[in-house]
C-alpha cells in the first residue's frame, strides 16, 4: 500500500508501511530490503518536511552498504536510487555543495547501471542544484542533457519536466520569449499525456511570463485556463499526480 498511500498524500499511512517494510526486511536478514525500506522513511519524511529525520535514516542506509565492495546488479541499483534521494535532500536543505557531489555521483552510477529513470531525475535535480549558484549556462548543460535523454527513451513526461526546467533558466537570464517558447513546448506534451494537473501549473506558468511582460490580456486567458481545468477536475486529481514542478 506503500504506492497508494504516496499517491494520496497520505503521508502518515506511508510512512508506517515503509517503517513496516524495514523491520520485515530486517527479521528476514534481507539488508537490501532494509536499506531500501530506510530510504523510503527517509522520503516520507522529506515530504512531510522533516528534514533531519530523513537525513539520520539514509545515513543509516548507508552503513548497511558500507564495507561491501562487491554489489549485486539489484544492491547497485538500491544504491543509487538512495545516493539520489539523499543528494536530493541535501538540494532542498540548501547544502549545494554536498548536493553537487553525491548527485554526479550518482549520475555516474545510474549511466552504468542503465537506469535512465534516475540518470534523467539526477541530471534534472543537478541542473536544479545550480540555479540558486547562479551558475546558469551550467544548468542548461544538464537540463539540456536531461531533455535528450528523455526523447532517447520515449518518456514525455520527463522532457516535459526538462523543458520547464529550462523555462526557469531563461526567466532568470531575462529571456521571457524563449522561455514562452519552452513551457509551451511543455505544454503540448503534457496535454498529450493527459496530465491535467500539471497542464494546470503550465497554464499558470505562462500566465505569470504574460503578465511580467505586459501581456495582460494573454495573461488572462491563461490563467482563466488554468482556473477552467481546476475546477473540471477539482482538487482529488491534483493531490494524486505528480508535480513537474520540483526544482
Not at 535523454?149 to 519536466?161: S, T, Y
Not at 503578465?211 to 485556463?225: N, S, V
Request: charged letters at 25%; hydrophobic letters at 40%.
Amino acid at each position: 500500500y506503500f504506492e497508494l498511500h504516496i499517491d494520496t498524500a497520505e503521508y502518515a499511512a506511508a510512512s508506517e508501511d515503509a517503517e513496516r517494510m524495514r523491520a520485515l526486511a530486517h527479521e528476514a536478514g534481507d539488508w537490501v530490503g532494509e536499506a531500501d525500506g530506510l530510504r523510503q522513511l527517509g522520503w516520507v519524511q522529506r515530504k512531510q518536511g522533516e528534514n533531519q529525520a530523513a537525513l539520520e535514516c539514509y545515513q543509516q542506509a548507508q552503513v548497511l552498504f558500507d564495507g561491501r565492495k562487491e554489489l549485486t546488479k539489484a544492491e547497485q541499483t538500491a544504491k543509487t536510487h538512495l545516493l539520489y534521494n539523499w543528494g536530493w535532500l541535501l538540494y532542498r536543505m540548501n547544502e549545494y555543495d554536498k548536493a553537487g557531489t553525491m548527485l554526479k555521483e550518482t549520475l555516474e552510477m545510474a549511466h552504468q547501471e542503465r537506469l535512465a529513470n534516475i540518470e534523467i531525475d539526477t541530471l534534472n535535480a543537478l541542473g536544479g542544484n545550480c540555479l540558486p549558484l547562479g551558475n546558469l549556462s551550467q544548468a542548461r548543460v544538464y537540463f539540456d542533457a536531461a531533455r535528450d535523454r528523455a526523447m532517447a527513451v520515449g518518456d514525455r513526461m520527463n522532457q516535459a519536466r526538462s523543458l520547464i526546467n529550462l523555462s526557469l533558466v531563461e526567466q532568470r537570464a531575462k529571456d521571457y520569449s524563449q522561455a514562452k517558447v519552452l513551457l509551451e513546448a511543455a505544454l503540448h506534451l503534457i496535454q498529450a499525456v493527459g496530465d491535467r494537473w500539471n497542464e494546470i501549473n503550465t497554464w499558470n506558468a505562462l500566465g505569470v511570463i504574460f503578465q511580467d511582460t505586459g501581456q495582460y490580456l494573454r495573461a488572462e486567458k491563461a490563467f482563466q485556463c488554468a482556473l477552467d481545468i481546476s475546477r473540471e477536475i477539482g482538487d482529488e486529481e491534483g493531490r494524486q499526480s505528480h508535480d513537474l514542478y520540483l526544482v
